[in-house]
């Protein structure tokens, strides 16, 4: 009988009960005794000198504990926050790495800079005192977009970085580029702009530094994706803390999106001032806070020329990109518009030649960095406006100019010109799903009852392949990263057959401690309950990365099923003594362990408690105990893959769109879960459609200043904002490379969606010869368009 | 949010008492621009006054053939009365687009038109509407109470209790509404007396105003397309990141021929 707990099963989420009636344990939640509360000065201006700091009044403020600063940071050695991966220029020099204190030291570099830090018994006392602390600035002109930032004599962010300028790096055959340009029958060009986002989770980010005494142990609760990782980076480079003595633990946590993978300097004020002050220190982030200094996500500008033979074969493809860093380089900043991006740019095509440059710039703004999707949106963004470009100007159909340029299932494994190896992906099959999904041959009827009632109307593709499972390590190391990106998995038996199971990934909303039980289930035939996943505190967990970048099921899953196999393969030398039989005859299925060719057999359960009571084991060649660690370093990326189509109807009176139909059809291998999958997918989808209709950071141009700082202005898709999906997934090309098949669906949505929705906004606005709008397509910007186009004459 | 003295009377009289006391008063309504406004600590009264507890200061009645509706009913109340729903429906309609359902369970009309906020939806009601703003001491005629931006006609200390609307022979609410914060850039209330058309805007200026030549071409001719020729300047309207100027104009005749076009 099929396990109704295993793999494939629609398994409702078991950590729903508690997130649903409010008994999560979040960082926020968690008090200690003695705890006092941190208040952060922040800088008001996007560019200042901090000329000096006069806490005195403050300390005078009642329930003040400490002011500290970033002098008494340098005093105590306090490092700069470290950034992960290190990218070289076209001319090979190293990026330009400017130090990140945790408190400014010298000068403000955005608004929400960190200039002191408050010490109080409540909050309320701290936020009081926060406002007399006397900071001496001196205004200086800021630097605010990039391309701003990238002119003579504009501001310099940092005085040792001229121009502003991080890194000018390339990737591909500039040569055959050009080469195939000068071929080309047609040549399709498009200026795009990605724009910055802001990724606000539903929780803040929070953290609780606390220091014991009498073991020197630190211990940092914090809203991380990755605990081992803040553990690794703050302890060893800015802290200095050795690994035995500092524990992170990161509890349930509401949403990152990747904006909780990076080390932030809230984080070590609290640790360092745990320790200085003697009590425990709490710091929870305001929705204002989160706004100003969460590291934000996108924010590119980009060129790009597509090369066309007469036929409609991609030749080449020319890109140029322009990165906003921000202030400081984050965690990862680096690698996002270079590894994670310009590496995808072949999409699903057999573009031969590809050429990416992309400068990135320093700019008096919070940092970004990966926000979901981190990079690939940015590729699939591009590649495919110009495809549809392409489409429009050669007068062949889209979705034929896509199906005649894919890399087909055959010519897998594909290697592309930019770096990547597809194992697998039938491209033409997801769009031959698609097509019906959304009735493709019904457009023009449906457009005609559109113009009826005074609408327009547009339908439009994304195809994407993204690189997820991210990474194998030595692919990574030789690309500049300063980390390995293996997973880690521990597989505990319990004498009566229970189970704990310890992962490296980190669930904060993507259902591991449903899917990866499920994995436990179907592999021994433990019932689902009797499988607890434990995530989140180091030291609990052996040393692992954590979970971005959709890599949790393919990376940590895969380490779980490496685990696994040990714990297997020593049940089997027990289930042999037991039985009185040769090891190489024990068989193992659905968690029996059968002599083979007879009916004797033992259960899992059976087996564990042999382990833990090992009364006449052979100790010469059986150790007691059912307890495996594996750590799994992936051969290769996983390609999730897809096709998604969107169809959009606009009130030319208003600019209004609506979307009113899409069906997104992915390849994400093997599926474990078929429900949680969707709900990824979902969510993935409405953030794609809200950074195409409703999204956009916007920063004062002149001064800095952060326009869009609360809901009010920043514009969250909500339900109403988008039409019920329909969401389609096929498993026939699972992953070549890992044990379990698996792709990645974490960020597919994200990354097809916005696309998807642009590409349907300007086929509908094709009639008034509109070829191009930068999202997000708001009212106003579409109503613009219109108005600023005359309609072409009715066709003959 | 800054320490102040929290007090919750029981009379209107009550009320008035409190606020003549102290430094820096403020009255609480629902508290949906307030409170926002406290836990930013960008206000710092020294004593709220929370006007929830008062009887006087409740209830939907009919009256003289219209409405009048005390300043303490909240947004959804209104929304759900079946009075206000069949006595002037375009009001129970405007008062269900307000905001997300948290805010209309706990906005009040009061709060909402005390406040005076260039884009609220109530202004162009009391407006549109004819409306009597009654308070502690007087009455005020709708088209007199809002002054400018986040101004009204009220005196210092003085409390509205209630609005009497006046019953039209047809109106209809059309808004355009800010994506994110749900207030209206744009909305027009076209509410019909006889042979008096009356066209109100909010959103679109920094204080509601009446279309004077969108109201004399509804005048002669209740027609969406008479508003073809009716224009309102761009001059002098708010822009934002989310509007310009010109864009607001433009809606307004668009808001205007759908208020129309609704009014059936």
């Not at chain 1, 996002?336 to 710039?361: D, H, M, N």
């Not at chain 1, 703004?365 to 495809?387: F, K, Q, S």
């Not at chain 1, 893959?641 to 109807?649: K, L, T």
Request: aromatic letters at 8%.
């Amino acid at each position: 009988m099929a396990n109704p707990n295993g793999i494939g099963a629609p398994v409702r989420r078991r950590e729903d009960a508690r997130f649903l009636t409010g008994r999560g344990t979040y960082t926020d939640d968690i008090n200690r005794p003695g705890q006092t509360h941190a208040v952060f000065v922040r800088s008001p201006y996007a560019h200042a000198t901090i000329r000096g700091i006069d806490a005195a009044e403050a300390m005078q403020a009642p329930g003040v504990i400490a002011v500290l600063t970033g002098a008494d940071m340098a005093a105590d050695k306090v490092g700069s926050l470290p950034c992960g991966w290190q990218i070289h220029s076209k001319d090979g020099s190293p990026m330009k790495e400017p130090p990140h204190f945790p408190i400014a030291r010298d000068r403000a570099r955005y608004v929400g800079d960190a200039v002191a830090v408050v010490i109080a018994e409540t909050r309320e006392q701290a936020k009081d005192a926060a406002e007399l602390v006397m900071v001496d600035y001196e205004e200086l002109p800021a630097a605010v977009t990039s391309l701003k930032a990238l002119e003579g004599g504009a501001p310099q962010v940092h005085d040792d970085v001229g121009g502003n300028l991080c890194f000018d790096w390339h990737l591909g055959d500039a040569a055959a580029v050009d080469a195939a340009f000068a071929q080309a029958a047609h040549v399709a060009k498009l200026d795009l702009i990605n724009q910055r986002l802001v990724p606000k989770a539903m929780e803040p980010r929070a953290a609780l530094g606390e220091y014991d005494r009498a073991t020197g142990e630190h211990t940092l609760t914090t809203t991380s994706q990755n605990p081992h990782v803040i553990r690794l980076l703050m302890g060893a480079f800015v802290l200095g803390i050795p690994e035995h003595k500092l524990r992170v633990v990161a509890p349930d946590v509401g949403g990152g999106f990747g904006s909780k993978i990076f080390h932030y300097g809230e984080e070590a004020v609290v640790t360092w001032a745990a320790k200085k002050v003697g009590r425990p220190v709490k710091w929870t982030a305001e929705r204002s806070e989160s706004f100003l200094t969460d590291a934000h996500g996108r924010d590119h500008v980009s060129h790009a020329e597509l090369a066309l033979d007469k036929d409609g074969n991609f030749l080449a493809l020319r890109v140029a990109t322009v990165a906003n860093m921000g202030a400081y380089l984050s965690t990862f900043a680096p690698s996002i518009p270079t590894y994670l991006y310009a590496t995808l740019l072949a999409g699903q095509y057999k573009t031969p030649a590809i050429y990416a440059e992309v400068k990135a710039v320093f700019t008096n703004t919070v940092p970004v960095d990966a926000y979901r999707g981190a990079g690939r949106p940015e590729a699939c963004y591009l590649i495919e406006r110009l495809v549809e470009v392409a489409a429009a100007e050669t007068g062949i159909d889209k979705a034929e100019l896509r199906r005649r340029n894919f890399v087909p299932a055959a010519a897998m494994p594909y290697q592309t010109p930019v770096a990547l190896q597809y194992d697998t992906g039938d491209f033409a099959k997801n769009l031959d799903i698609a097509l019906p999904l959304v009735d493709y041959d019904g457009f023009a009827a449906r457009k005609a009852d559109s113009v009826r009632r005074g609408k327009l109307r547009g339908i439009g593709f994304a195809t994407y392949i993204e690189a997820c499972g991210i990474a194998p390590s030595n692919i990574a190391g030789a690309l500049g990263a300063r980390a390995g990106l293996y997973e880690s998995a521990e597989v505990r038996f319990h004498p009566t057959g229970s189970v704990t199971v310890f992962t490296g990934s980190h669930s904060h909303g993507q259902g591991h401690e449903t899917t990866f039980a499920q994995l436990v289930s179907e592999r021994f035939g433990v019932p689902i309950e009797n499988v607890e996943i434990v995530h989140g505190d180091t030291s609990k967990i052996p040393f692992g990365m954590g979970t971005y970048g959709s890599r949790s099921l393919a990376v940590g899953g895969s380490a779980i099923v490496k685990a696994m196999d040990k714990v297997e393969r020593k049940a089997k030398k027990i289930a042999a003594h037991m039985l009185e039989a040769a090891e190489a005859d024990i068989e193992a299925k659905d968690g029996r362990f059968v002599v083979a060719g007879t009916d004797k057999s033992l259960t899992i359960g059976d087996i564990a408690l042999q382990a833990y009571v090992p009364h006449n084991f052979p100790l010469d060649e059986l150790e007691p105990g059912l307890d495996e660690q594996a750590f799994y370093d992936p051969k290769n990326f996983t390609y999730p893959n897809g096709c998604h189509v969107c169809e959009v109807e606009i009130d030319p009176d208003t600019g209004v769109v609506q979307v009113v139909n899409f069906a997104a059809v992915d390849d994400f291998g093997r599926v474990i879960n078929p429900l949680i999958v969707e709900g990824q997918v979902h969510g993935g989808l409405v953030q794609g459609i809200g950074q195409a209709l409703l999204e956009n950071c916007v920063y004062d141009p002149e001064s800095g200043q952060l326009l869009t700082g609360s809901y009010m202005d920043y514009c969250m898709p909500r339900a109403d904002d988008v039409p019920s999906f329909t969401v389609r997934y096929h498993e026939d090309q699972p992953c070549t490379h890992n044990p379990l098949g698996v792709k990645g669906c974490g960020e597919a949505g994200t990354i097809g969606a916005s696309a998807a929705v642009m590409n349907a906004v300007v086929h509908a606005l094709s009639e008034y010869g509109i070829t191009h709008l930068d999202m997000p397509a708001t009212p106003e910007r579409v109503w613009q368009a219109i108005r600023h186009h005359t309609p072409a004459q009715a066709a003959e | 949010m800054y320490a102040f003295t929290y007090h919750r009377p029981k009379t209107v009289a009550d009320a008035t008492a409190l606020l003549g006391q102290f430094e820096d008063p403020k009255l609480l309504g629902g508290g949906q621009t307030l409170l926002p406004t406290l836990k930013q600590r960008l206000a710092r009264p020294s004593d709220l006054i929370d006007l929830g507890q008062i009887p006087e200061l409740q209830g939907i009645g009919e009256e003289a053939g219209g409405l009048t509706v005390g300043a303490f009913t909240r947004h959804a109340q209104v929304a759900h009365s079946d009075t206000v729903q069949r006595v002037i429906p375009a009001l129970a309609s405007l008062a269900e687009g307000i905001g997300d359902r948290q805010v209309r369970n706990m906005g009040t009309l009061g709060g909402s038109i005390c406040n005076a906020d260039p884009s609220a939806d109530y202004p162009a009601a009391v407006v549109a509407l004819k409306a009597t703003v009654r308070t502690d001491r007087r009455e005020i005629a709708g088209d007199d109470f809002f002054t400018g931006m986040f101004e009204t006609a009220l005196e210092p200390g003085e409390i509205v209790t209630a609005v009497h609307f006046q019953k039209p022979d047809k109106a209809a609410y059309a808004k355009f509404r800010n994506p994110a914060s749900r207030y209206a850039i744009v909305g027009v209330f076209v509410a019909v007396f006889g042979s008096e058309v009356r066209v109100a805007v909010t959103g679109a200026g920094p204080s509601v105003f009446r279309a004077d030549d969108m109201e004399a071409a509804l005048a002669q001719d209740f027609r969406a397309d008479a508003l073809n020729g009716a224009s309102v300047s761009a001059d002098g309207l708010n822009a934002d990141i989310h509007a310009s100027a010109e864009y607001r104009a433009h809606l307004v005749r668009v808001m205007a021929r759908r208020a129309v076009e609704a009014c059936g």
